[in-house]
């Protein structure tokens, strides 16, 4: 099966895998606070391609094993995300007094009317959600799958790293999970909020009502255009351009030249997005916007789209209220923060009731 709702009692590493770098971290709770105990981040080496999520173990691997190197966790038991465009959801409604062993069988019967793959060639979880509002003696049940290829990358991978897969989550869950730790945080009466995470090649606008999402849209944008255009404008290697950029170490019309003119097409896709969110949706005006990734931080982004579209926006930070382990570097966190959503969704795991 495939682990998306088993409870977990263990101490859990959250591990996130993106197309760029592998994130690690773990949490502890404290006289009823969450701790952040350690975490880590990682490059993956040679690894540019506009899918989310490397396909090499062993790229994954290396890259992993520096980030345990730098995090140096206590736990060995680790919860993976899949990207949530791999996953297939589909809420059914079954017998209402079927026990899970036999709601398992008759789902996986069934499973030609559900999943689009053979069966043999894919895992899948199951959750009762409550009654059917069609019929007494129904449930809904919500169906998750997703093909064990991609699982299994990620499985080896941490198992090459000397780490155990306990759950495998779906990245959407994730990211849920993770929101709730800091939704408290955000003004009174805030309902709509969108997350917007600005990757190295894909930007993904999810939005969320009362913590849970209810439209994702994803489109190929990133920071990896501005590492491009310093590049492209200033004659520089990509590598070279992506430290240019890392260090903020750029010519005096940096600004003026290249960082105006992609935050304005940042702005321009983002509004985009919104666009096709509110034309298919019952939706006119978000409370909140939230930017999560690697490019969450880039210099004037928060301010210029707050103007641009009318809606407040700050960065995701989900730690602002966790207590800090004496070895975590305050101010470094604070920088990593927007880029550990989903690894903080993942390691919350490690607290299910």
């Known amino acids: ?182 939704s408290d945080l955000l003004p009174i009466g805030t309902r709509l909020v969108a997350i917007l995470d600005i990757g190295h090649t894909l930007t993904t606008l999810s939005v969320l009502e009362q913590r849970k999402i209810i439209y994702t849209r994803e489109h190929v944008f990133g920071g990896q255009q501005l590492t491009q255009q310093i590049q492209d404008y200033y004659g520089l290697s990509f590598e070279e351009a992506g430290r240019a950029k890392k260090t903020k170490l750029l010519p005096d019309d940096y600004e003026t030249q290249v960082l105006t003119p992609f935050l304005e097409n940042v702005v321009q896709h983002v509004i985009k997005s919104l666009q096709f969110f509110y034309s298919s949706t019952a939706y006119h005006a978000l409370d909140h916007v939230l930017l999560a990734g690697g490019n969450a931080n880039i210099d004037g982004l928060a301010a210029r789209l707050q103007r641009k579209i009318g809606c407040p926006v700050s960065i995701a930070n989900p730690f602002l209220h966790m207590g800090l382990s004496p070895q975590i570097d305050q101010k470094k966190l604070k920088n990593d923060a927007p880029s550990l959503l989903t690894a903080c969704g993942l390691a919350l795991r490690s607290f299910d009731p």
């Open 1 to 182: 099966m495939f682990k998306v709702f088993q409870k977990q009692r263990h101490h859990l590493i959250g591990v996130d895998i993106s197309s760029t770098s592998v994130k690690v971290l773990e949490l502890s709770i404290k006289n009823g606070r969450y701790w952040v105990e350690s975490y880590g981040l990682s490059p993956l080496k040679n690894c540019h391609d506009a899918d989310k999520n490397s396909d090499d173990p062993d790229v994954i691997a290396n890259a992993l094993v520096d980030a345990i190197h730098i995090a140096n966790p206590y736990a060995h038991q680790a919860a993976i995300a899949i990207p949530s465009r791999m996953a297939i959801e589909k809420i059914i409604e079954m017998d209402a007094e079927l026990d899970d062993d036999s709601r398992e069988m008759q789902i996986r019967l069934q499973a030609d009317q559900h999943i689009p793959f053979p069966l043999e060639e894919v895992s899948l979880d199951f959750e009762v959600l409550g009654p059917s509002s069609h019929a007494a003696d129904q449930v809904n049940v919500l169906l998750v799958a997703a093909r064990t290829e991609h699982i299994q990358t990620r499985v080896k991978a941490l198992e090459l790293a000397g780490l155990s897969v306990t759950i495998a989550d779906v990245e959407r869950y994730a990211i849920e999970r993770a929101s709730e730790v800091f």
